[in-house]
T-cell receptor, first 117, second 113 residues
């Protein structure tokens, strides 16, 4: 069974640029969530995708956007990069369970370290 | 809104010492509770979880009990090893509404030989 994978591992960008981060979910998982983890902090929820639609969003501006593909892989796009966007970006996948379709336990990838200069 | 509060770190222990990392939460309803561990330069790994009151999650010698009356989910281990040195995150997942997870700020554990 393949776990959650993310690419690239590291990335350096300059202010104002745009970036795309990629995530492949664990086999059998149809829900993907993205988090931003600043140095020394806990992960902050950006948004979640289920069946290719956004299914919840944290307190992040619209320049953070995403996609989920039919194979449940996902992308995080960040436009107009700012210095404060420098962080570890984590992707987590989970299965949806129950008649209410709520997400279950999340499994994390290794993250992408983004540095904005 | 939901919140998770963890004890400030770093927690510094000698090998074979007893470990407790406190975690309390604020949430409506009955969330699921989790402990994750993060080693340097890596993503988060699920350590254990509990989904209802009085449940005890356990894994690799770590334990935590879901205490609804005190809204707590403290992490314990009877005898820590140097390899347990990492950052530990407590998290909750609501079981209704938005299903947006909330993480604590993390507690760094340093274990000396």
């Amino acid at each position: 069974e393949t776990g959650v994978t993310q690419s690239p591992t590291h990335l350096i960008k300059t202010r104002g640029q745009q970036v795309t981060l990629r995530c492949s979910s664990q086999s059998g998982h149809n829900t993907v969530s993205w988090y931003q983890q600043a140095l020394g902090q806990g992960p902050q929820f950006i948004f979640q995708y289920y069946r290719e639609e956004e299914n919840g969003r944290g307190n992040f501006p619209p320049r953070f956007s995403g996609l989920q593909f039919p194979n449940y892989s996902s992308e995080l796009n960040v436009n107009a990069l700012e210095l404060d966007d420098s962080a570890l970006y984590l992707c987590a996948s989970s299965p949806h369970v129950g008649s209410g379709g709520r997400p279950d336990t999340q499994y994390f990838g290794p993250g992408t370290r983004l540095t904005v200069l | 809104g939901d919140s998770v509060t963890q004890m400030e770190g770093p927690v510094t222990l000698s090998e074979e010492a007893f470990l407790t990392i406190n975690c309390t939460y604020t949430a409506t309803g009955y969330p699921s509770l989790f402990w994750y561990v993060q080693y340097p330069g890596e993503g988060l790994q699920l350590l254990l979880k509990a989904t209802k009151a009085d449940d005890k999650g356990s894994n690799k010698g770590f334990e935590a009990t879901y205490r609804k009356e005190t809204t707590s989910f403290h992490l314990e281990k009877g005898s820590v090893q140097v390899s347990d040195s990492a950052v530990y995150f407590c998290a909750l997942l609501p079981t209704g509404g938005s299903y947006i997870p909330t993480f604590g700020r993390g507690t760094s554990l340093i274990v000396h030989p």
